[in-house]
Structures are given as C-alpha cells and as structure tokens.
C-alpha cells in the first residue's frame, strides 16, 4: 500500500554515525561542569540578592546600550561557562533595574524567593511538556492540589475547588491578562449557547456584535485589551468617588445595554486596581450577575494574595457568586513569575469551546482528570505548580501571612510619614502595600517632584492619574524592605520635594 | 482639595512593626541554606539526568494517584528543605513521564540542557517584569539583540532582523500557538484597516464575518484554535499526495471564496507538520500571499532548528515572501522552554492593534526601543533571552548543528531498521527527527502494535492518523539518545509486533 523505498538525498540517508557516539562530543556541558556552573551562580545570586540595596535601582543606560557590548553574531565554537559568568555584571546588570532592590516602589510587586527559584531548577531538569495528563502525570495533579491547598488559603468557597468533587477546580496560568481574557472567552461561550437557543435563527456574527462586557473604568489596561483580543465590547464604568465599581452603577448600564438591543455577558470586578488599590464592591456586583445571569470575573491580581490573612477577607465579601477568580501568587506571595492562579466554577466553557483534539494528543484516561491544555491559551505548559509546593512548605502559611502583614504595616508607616508632612496628602486610602500621594497643589508640580525622585537615582516611583488627579505611587515590592527602608525611600521623596519647592 | 485624614479601620492602621524588624522572621530560607538546598538540588538533577536512561519512561500510576500523598492543606508552619527533598522521589517523580529519556519518543522533542537551567536561575533571580524597556532594559536588549544572533544562524533574510534598522525584529514567545495567534491578529488588523479605506461604509462586525485564513489539513491543532480564539473563519485545505499544501491549491480556494464575497487575510505555511512532518511548499505558497496581498505566517514550530544547518535550508525556500516566522529553540535545540521565537516584518500591526498604554506604563524613552508587551498576548514577560545567550555561547553554533545532525542520523538509523525488516513500511519520507512508519496491513494491527508497545512499558510513542491511515511515530528526543538506544527501542518494536502478529 505504501512505499518503503524513498527517493532521498543521499546525503541525507543514514550513513554509521561512528564518532558521533562519543557522548561529550556535542554535550558542551556535561554533569561535573553543570555542578561547578550551577555553585558559582548559586553564590552570585545569594551576593546579589543579600546586597540588592546598595545598587543603583534604575540604570543610567539609554536605549541600544547593549548591542556594542556583545559580539554580532553567535560564537562559532563553545565558550567556557566563566566567560558567561564574566560577563554578567558587565554586560547584563549594567542594564538591569533591580525589582527587588527595597529602593523599588514602581508597579506592584513581583515575586521572588530562594526557594521558587530552586523549585524551577527542578521544573527545568524534568522538563516535561504538561498539555495532557498522560504528558506527565505529576505535572497536572500537582497542580490541581496545589490549587486546592491555594484556594482554602484563601477562604474560597469549596464550590471553586477541586476536592468539592465537581467540575471545578484551579489552573495556573501565566499572567493574569491571560486569566482574564480565559474568562471573557468562556462567558462568551456560554452565552452564544444560550442566545443560539433562544434565538436560533441569529447567525454567531450577529450575536457577536450584540455582546458587551463591563468593568470598573480603573480595571486594568488588560481588560480592554482581552476585549479587543476577543473581539467584542468591553465598556468602562464610572467608579463611585472611592474608585469602586458600584452595583446600581453596573445595573443601570446592562438595563441600558439590553433596552439597546445588546446581550450583557461578562463583568470584571477589580480587587485592588493597579492605579490606586481601589476595591469593587463585589457583593453588589455579584447580585447583579446573578440576577442577569452575566459571567462574573474576579481579578485580585495584585490584592489577592492578603486573602490569605482572614482580616483581609472582608475585601471579597461576595467571591462566591463570581463564575471565576485570579490572584498572582507571583506578585506578592513569593512564588516567582510566571504563576497566576485562576479558579473556575464551570471549566467546560472553556475546555469544550476550544477543544481540537488530534489523535496525537488522545490518551486513554481522558476525563477522569484535567488535561489542561484546553484551560489555557497556549498548548504547552511547564511544571510551575512545584514553585508553589515549594513555596508553601519552606515558607508555611503562618510566614506568608507575616510576610503580608509585614509589608502592609510598612505601607501605613509610609502614609504616617505622608500625613506627618503638611504639603502632602493622600489620594487613596491605604489598605495594602500601595501608598498614593501627592504634594497639595497642582498636578505641574507632582509631575516635577516625580521627574525629580527618579531623575535623582535613588529611588523608583511610577505615577498614575485618576479623574485628571496625578499622584505618585510608591508600593512596598522588595522582601528585604525594614522600616529603616521605609524611612530612607520617604527621606528622599521629602529632599525632593524641598528641591522642588525651593525652586518655585 | 482631598482629605489627608482617614477613616480607616483601627486595626488595619500603621502600628510600629517592632520584632517584624529582624530580616530572617519571615525569611524562611536564608542564603546559607539556599545555598545547601541549590547544592543539594543541583546533584539531584544531574543524577536524575546522568541515569534517566533507567527509568521507567511512562509512570504506572493512574489518575488521582497523588492526592493521597500529599497532606489536605499547605502546611501552617515552615518545613525544612530537606523534607522537601525527601518527598521528590515519592510524590514527584513517582508520577513523572520522562522526556528526556532516550526511551521517550512521542510528541516531538522539548528542550533540557544544563546552560539553559542555570540561566533561569540567574532569571528567577533577577525577576524582573520586562513589560517596557525601561522595567529592565537589559530584558528588552538582550532579547533584540538573541533574536538577531538566532536569525542569523538560520539564514533568515536581513529585513526580519532588527538590526536592519527597521521596525522588523524578533521577540520571544511562550508558545508556537501564541505566535500563531499573534500574527492572526496581526493580519487582522492590517486586513481591516486596508478593507476600511476601501469599504468606509462597511462596519467592522461586516468585514470580520468575512475574512478567512487558510492552513494545510495538516497544520498544528493550534492553527485552529487560533483561528476560534480570533473569532475569524479558517479554512483546512487539502494537501498534494506528500501531505504539503501546494500554491495551486490555495490560490484555488483564495478565488473561490473572494468569488462568494469573502475577504483571504492570512495564511499559515507549516514547516514540519506534527503528524508526520511534512513540509509545505513555501516559496509556492509565498507568491500567492504576495499577489493577493495575504499575511503569511510561517510556522516552523519543531523543524525550524533544523535550518542553522544550512544544507536543510532548501525546505525553506521562499522565506523573504513571509510577513512573520516563528520556531522554537525549546523543542529541539536546547533551550529549556518557554522560548518560541517569533520574527515580525512590520510588528506595528499587532503593537497598535492591542496597544493599551496607561500612566503607569508610561516611559521617556519609548519608540527607541521595544515595548515588547505590545508584541504579545500576556503583559508580564520573564528574562527568557537568558537561556539563550548562555545555550548559544556554552555550545556554540558549531556544536548545536551537530546535535540536529546527529538527531537526524540516528532517526535515519531508525528507517533503516524499519525498512531491513520487510513487515514494516514507512508512512513519510524521513526528513528530520521524526520516523512514521507501520506494519503493513490494517490499521487495527497497527493500533493493537501501538497498544503493545506502550503497554509494555519500556518506550513510549505516540500515534497519528492521516487520511484515514494509522501510523506510529517514533521521534527522536533526548539529547542523550545514542545509536545503541535506538537499536534498543527498534529491538522492543519488533518484540511487540512479533506478540501480535504471533497472535493473529
């Protein structure tokens, strides 16, 4: 039926590979240099990390800085890993702004921890592609635990977690934009299967073009984007005057949007925006959802990680009438990027929409536990629960919950420092490791004092502007940050601001 | 203008942290003991990888076998790392599918080498979020700069480097199937803009529901996938009797459907298909995009490595036509994943397309250096060049061309073993590392072969079905594979068919 004679290149057919057998031939590194390699970075980082504080936070490189630095092209033949080493310092951290430098207060807060990074030598020396169960069994059920473990952390109602016996469960994605554009795509699936039943005879384009998805006009820049990504609206809402989204507010828009003609579907709520830590008022939002049968979504990227303080939990009063939730670990709960955490009620909307199952990828215990590939964006997945399972053991809960507790204290010693100067006030009130303040005045003026801070080298801030108020941010991020940081970050807001002042 | 007193609950209010002072509270794990815990790691994994050679390939366990291994909730108080350690073996690896033995044959490989390992540690150390340049600038260089060195060792033409001065330039994704989407949603937008100015009148819901991309029947499932997370009609196209989708063909259907009023904006040309890694005729297909003005992707996900030889360049003859290309040195060339590198001719279609730009994103220095976030679906990126450089500089270019010839020899070896033994046919000619190959006969003594092999225990292979022929594949994966575990694995191939043919 076939031919078993090809017409190949014949320098492509196979000839003995005789000295190709030689195992060190290609093996540029083999176990007893990865073992010295290995220790020699080991201790770079520990020297790294341990004197992160005395290193410049932003470095003065402008923009193509690297390019001279290196040669053009790839080395021909190998090179010693000391030569890699040499390099680091010179042609790397030269270049780099160190997140994790207590100097640091841009953005929110990565993760990073000696032990998430020793737990990613492990998922990098197996290795495994976790798409299917059958790819690696430990892979998927590790994770599946870890988010069980994660999810009563944190207080979610069982009805989000695997061990409740259902469909439900949690997957750890690589970013919360991708959590949320999951969740847009699921709403969105579930809700053509209703619209098509009720109204066979709308074509998919035409319901399409009806749906429109909400959220607090402080949610994250990533939420428009997984609108424009997915094709469909996503309309912004005007915040109460503490920056949160409101019920009525929410209510009136979806009664709007259907007198329209439109098909409401999906609603982001934001547990601590990126702007100012501002929370939604979920239990209002929630009713909503209920009552308009509208995919609910809960984005705490940042915020979700103080839930597992019970004192916090009040701030999510109302989880357990969202469809799906995300938390960064990887922000602020000392799993390193990438390690989103996202749990869903009804995973089939997601699973079956984008389901294409070649025959490669069948395996015979399908069903019985998740294959997650139909969970996410991409199809290949790496080992990343094993940071978490590291994370939670050498930390314990009781740690995390210090550690989170820690920063928000130095957080509120900051907003002391703050409210101790009379030019200066607050924009937001302070309820995790983010301080929003500015100097009384006109925006002019902040922008100054915030090209003054960063252009003096010290320290790093990002502003951000709400109802055209521009104000500073200043989050706790670095684990090594003490109070006697809290104090030096604050002494040089305060010189600049005397400079600034002065200058007037 | 805004209060600077707040009502805050009592409880939450700054208090003087006071024992919260002392770094190691917290700190569960102090460098010394990171230093112990990598050490201790790092033997490990060179055990583990020195010896995979004498595991099992495919654990035993069956689905849920983990949880009862592991306690119900994560521990309250810290653990010691070596009970960390202690579990690895028990918990981890008892359900581990081990890809990097030579033993392991399925899918297609995924890469693991020792230099790319200790640069994601030097990553997790440095944890930065390269989202802008100026979030590290050494993450946004090195990238620009790695994926200038990797284009050229492929021989791709100069106008995709960046360092043509131009816009073009390539970024690093996680996936394949990110790429794929990527550049859907690149061509998407360049597509409606251009149909925009012609049609003013058209709505953008109009134009959507017309546009159509094409792929081989073959293409990776990912395509359409894409394809549905777009929101955009593809269309699988029948491929000539070598499973490759010929120019003639496309240009077919293109004609056929701008005849019914549809809009063609995006082609996807395969380079090593999953199934049997066939190659589509690209420079074919290229003049037909060109003609027709379509956005053509070229996915080269698994054989792209191949091309940093040059004598297998021919398969991508015709590459200059193509708007993006996209291979991943994580499959097969040694750079542990996630790293899919991608390469744009003109990037501004995606990074304006979904460029959501708030404040606090905001730098001086933007337009002078990538923003790679607007290069990709996710915000957040990890310092993934990393790998690259140090893969790149510990091998060298020389050494990685011998790992794919050697891969390709020893998959040549495997042919020749099949076709010495005259039950056995080929299915597709042997190009790369993929041998496809059967038993003569029906596809139920195929199925029943595949069975047995796996059921066996000692190798693991996947299938697949093309045009209603089953076959079996046999992919050379492991960078430690020799010609002796090659004759092993044909050894256990031919033990299994004589059990069923025995059994007929």
Same mark, same amino acid.
């Given at each position: 039926m076939l031919l078993n004679i090809w017409n190949l290149r014949s320098d492509l057919r196979y000839q003995p590979i005789g000295n190709l057998e030689k195992k060190t031939l290609f093996d540029a590194m083999e176990a007893k240099e990865f073992k010295d390699f290995s220790s020699a970075m080991t201790n770079y980082i520990a020297e790294y990390l341990e004197n992160i !504080? $005395? !290193?410049? /936070? /932003?470095?003065s490189v402008k923009p193509g800085y690297l390019r001279p630095l290196v040669p053009e092209q790839a080395p021909e033949k190998p090179e010693p890993w000391t030569a890699v080493m040499d390099d680091i310092e010179r042609v790397i951290m030269s270049g780099v702004t160190h997140w994790h430098s207590p100097r640091f207060h841009a953005y929110f807060p990565t993760a990073n921890s000696y032990p998430a990074i020793v737990a990613d030598m492990l998922s990098g020396a197996i290795a495994c592609i976790g798409f299917t169960w059958i790819a690696s069994p430990a892979c998927t059920e590790l994770e599946v635990v870890m988010l069980d473990w994660l999810g009563q952390m944190l207080g979610l109602p069982e009805e989000f977690l695997a061990r409740s016996g259902g469909e439900a469960g949690g997957v750890i994605q690589g970013t919360a934009s991708e959590a949320t554009l999951v969740a847009l795509l699921g709403a969105k699936a579930r809700t053509m299967q209703r619209v098509k039943e009720q109204h066979p005879e709308w074509t998919e384009v035409e319901i399409l073009s009806k749906l429109v998805g909400y959220c607090n006009k402080q949610a994250h820049s990533s939420v428009e984007r997984a609108g424009l990504l997915g094709g469909v609206r996503l309309r912004s809402l005007k915040p109460d005057n503490k920056r949160r989204l409101r019920g009525d507010t929410l209510k009136e828009a979806i009664e709007e949007d259907v007198r329209n003609g439109l098909i409401p579907f999906y609603v982001v709520a934001t547990l601590g925006t990126t702007s100012s830590c501002a929370f939604d008022l979920l239990d209002e939002i929630g009713d909503v959802c209920q009552e308009k049968d509208i995919w609910l979504h809960v984005d705490a990227a940042y915020a979700g990680s103080a839930f597992i303080c019970p004192e916090y939990r009040y701030l999510m009063k109302? /989880?357990?009438?969202? $469809?799906s939730f995300n938390f960064n670990p990887h922000k602020w709960m000392l799993v390193n990027f990438d390690c989103s955490a996202m749990w869903l009620k009804q995973p089939r909307w997601i699973v079956d929409a984008f389901n294409v199952d070649p025959l490669y990828l069948k395996h015979d215990q399908q069903g019985s536990a998740p294959d997650y590939r139909h969970w996410q964006i991409p199809l290949g997945r790496r080992f990343r629960s094993l940071k978490l399972w590291f994370v939670l053991r050498l930390y314990g809960v009781e740690n995390l919950q210090k550690h989170i507790r820690k920063q928000i204290a130095l957080a509120h010693l900051f907003e002391k420092l703050c409210l101790d100067d009379e030019r200066f006030e607050l924009f937001e009130e302070v309820t995790m490791g983010l301080v929003c303040y500015r100097l009384k005045g006109s925006n002019d003026i902040n922008e100054a004092l915030l090209r003054r801070i960063n252009g003096r080298g010290k320290i790093h801030l990002v502003p951000s502007k709400v109802d055209d108020v521009y104000f500073l941010r200043l989050a706790i991020c670095s684990r090594f940050s003490e109070e006697s940081d809290i104090h030096e970050s604050w002494q040089e807001i305060k010189a600049s601001a005397d400079e600034i002042l002065a200058e007037k």
């Open positions: !504080r $005395d !290193r410049q /936070v /932003v470095p109302g /989880v357990e009438k969202a $469809d």
